[in-house]
């Protein structure tokens, strides 16, 4: 997708967006090596995250927002590969060598894991959990300095001082989470990658971590991507959203103006199938997403996409800036923005894609 | 492909607006049941017999379900909501009460007797990747409940039924998928297969526990639908066990909140949630987040976490998070623990030390179900100071905006004997009560005239 579309609009941030990036990520792309060669999980995304920003990412499972996270940091598993630039304050992750990306994890790069149930040391009490954290990556502070620091932390994630001292099981899961994420947030990192936070959680406990994270932006210049499933909770503690389909980001901007006027098609159908309060009448996208091994050609939703047009079917779509600063990947908004792509589309290329072949229920889910 | 919902969602409508009769034929009645798990406790108490209590994961619950409808158990985990489920199914043993099925209570069955009945009862499981065992290919683990309960004669009536099993839930053509193992299936897929396999042996009841929480956003309506066309097609009972308010709201006819093993407000979907009577129900229902930018409320959160099931709350359950909760509610020493912990979060930490050398031993404060709370003061401090800190703090919180409600559950505040001594009002258990006029139940003192507003 290195159009120059593409690389034109990615190069312009948005108009009144303040604040140089933390992160930039540019043509990013990860590959994993498979017995059926290789699956390219991203496949050249490029986004900016500020100072004090979170940028959500959502989409469905295996559409690559995991592999994303862990690729920005430098954990991709063994047999994969990174390609592409990821900037944090100028320097490139990917050129990184393990030992020097090591150095940079804690100060600079945080993770906040799935699963608080396991993550934290059983036999470890809270405070050597931080003890352990800042002695590891800042040497030299005091046990006074240590002991204020994180009692801090925990406190800004609502754990009463008075529970410094106890040991991972008297604590539930929620305020395990919490403890997870005041560990990643100790050592002030700049730059922090949430995957999905809350799913082991409850619904009232989740809508306490959730209101920790916004107020988290407020109150801290952290810059957080908050991988999740839930459109709710991009919805309530996003500033920015991505929405990704099979290794691209199809649609990004500022999250109330996506969830309010969402552009492409599937982030209209993503939205649509969710099930909410107001939900009266089921919906779903016919289909499901496809193997990475062996993308669609052309645009990868079209063969699920209800407005998909002939062109849909052979070219790929460049990225367009819309005027309320979305960017969107797909050939409707392309050929607003700019009528003279219409030619890449060839003679009949917005007719529409009639139904080639009926997909059967079994496909679909 | 062009998309079909709007008539289809429309034909929903429809088929919910054709509520399931108060004089539908009672398929099971659910009568105080209980079930405790016994914890082992640590080795002295194992050896003086006195074991280490119970805990009480279903504590005394009354449904009832009639055929052909949806009952909705919902709550968070540790609510009881799964264990409620599988007990019906006899997956679990009941400690007390009855389930009648048609009239019998297979509570007291023996494994014998209720294997016929697991014909007629079936589960649908949270996880559609580990309810299939993946060396069996479909057409073995769909037609198993067949194989089991003696249901064909041949291979070929064996071969029909699977097939047309398979179909019904939307794996057609069929041959293409007997051959397959569960690795070759899709999550979605896999969930039809595990639905298949549970209408197979032709059941009245389906207990679905959490049947969509595992799948993806655009996969799960299209299992509910196919849920709903089963449920029409072959006169189906569903009790839909799930934490997810939303596909409950759409789903159910019926829904029972449940918390720490009870049930606190039960009735029809659509009174429970246009006007939910219950704390609890109220504050799940104001932590759902919302797509839609335009429609999100600022909203306030009820404090904490559900408690430990092993130590429960007195009196009503909920009263420790609850924003309303009245003087009888249940209020005791661990209570003020809480409200201290809360009160440290916001201060700067050298008050905090302050505050806190006022108490000797704060994990004393945190033993459950103390009525009366003796306090001792820390080192180098007097009674009266612990009292004249608590009576300033009680003055505070009677003061503040929202009101703190634990300082109406204490009755009296006095220095006794080198000790503070707090007494807390008798906690009372909340019943469920039916509100008439809306068909809604509920336990909360709120609602049954004890001093509610």
Known sequence: ?365 | MPTKPDTDAAAIVLDKEAEVSADAETLVEIEDLEVHFGLRGNFLSRLTGRGGGAVKAVDGINLTLRKGEVLGLVGESGSGKTTLGRTLLGLNAATGGAIRYRGEDIVKYSERQMRPLRRKLQMVFQDPHASLNPAMDIRTAVGHPLIIHGLVKDDEEYEAKVVDALERVGLAPAERYLTKFPSDLSGGQKQRAVLARAIIADPELLVADEPISMLDMSVRAKILQLMLDLKRDLDLTYVYVTHDLASAKFFCDNIAIMYLGRIVEYGPTEEVFADPKHPYTKALLAAIPEPDPTKAVERELPRGEIPDAARPPLGCSFHPRCPVALASCGWEARDLRALLERRWLEMPVEEYAKEKSLFADLVALGEPELNRLAIAPGRGHTEEEVLEYLRNLREEGSAAQPREPFWSGVVAMQAEGGHVVLEFEQARDPRLRLLPETGVQVACHLYDGSGGE
């Not at chain 1, 630039?85 to 940079?104: A, C, D, F, H, I």
């Not at chain 1, 901007?253 to 159908?269: L, M």
């Open chain 1, 1 to 365: 997708m290195t159009t120059t579309t593409d690389a034109a609009a990615a190069a312009t941030p948005a108009a009144g967006e303040a604040g140089e990036p933390v992160l930039s990520v540019r043509d990013m792309r990860v590959w994993y090596g498979t017995e059926r060669g290789p699956v390219r999980a991203v496949d050249g995304v490029s986004f900016d995250v500020r100072p004090g920003e979170t940028l959500g990412l959502v989409g469905e499972s295996g559409c690559g927002k995991s592999t994303l996270g862990r690729g920005v940091l430098g954990l991709t598993p063994p047999g994969s590969a990174v390609d592409g630039e990821v900037l944090l304050r100028g320097t490139n992750l990917v050129e990184q060598s393990p030992k020097q990306l090591q150095k940079l994890r804690g100060p600079e790069l945080g993770l906040i894991f799935q699963e608080p149930m396991t993550r934290l040391n059983p036999l470890m009490k809270i405070s050597e959990q931080f003890e352990e954290t800042l002695r590891t990556h800042e040497k030299g502070l005091s046990k006074q300095e240590i002991r204020e620091r994180s009692l801090e932390a925990l406190r800004g994630m609502g754990i009463p001082p008075s529970r410094y001292e106890s040991y991972p099981h008297e604590f539930s899961g929620g305020m395990r989470q919490r403890i997870m994420i005041a560990l990643a947030l100790v050592l002030r990192p700049a730059f922090v990658v949430a995957d999905e936070p809350t799913t082991a959680l409850d619904v009232l406990v989740e809508a306490q971590i959730i209101k920790i994270l916004a107020d988290l932006r407020k109150n801290f210049d952290t810059a957080l991507v908050l991988i999740t499933h839930n459109l709710g909770i991009v919805a309530e503690a996003c500033d920015r959203v991505a929405v990704m389909y099979a290794g691209h980001i199809v649609e990004q901007g500022d999250s109330r103006e996506v969830f309010a006027n969402p552009q492409h098609p599937y982030t209209k159908e993503l939205l649509r199938s969710t099930i909410s309060l107001s939900t009266t009448g089921l919906h779903y996208i016919p289909g499901s997403p496809p193997d990475l091994g062996n993308p669609p050609e052309g645009c990868r939703f079209h063969p699920r996409c209800p407005v998909a047009m002939r062109g849909c079917a052979t070219a790929e779509p460049p990225e367009v800036q819309l005027r309320s600063g979305v960017r969107s990947t797909c050939w409707h908004q392309a050929i607003e923005v700019d009528p003279s792509l219409a030619d890449e589309l060839g003679t009949d290329g917005r007719e529409p894609l009639a139904a080639v072949k009926e997909i059967s229920v079994a496909d679909e889910a």
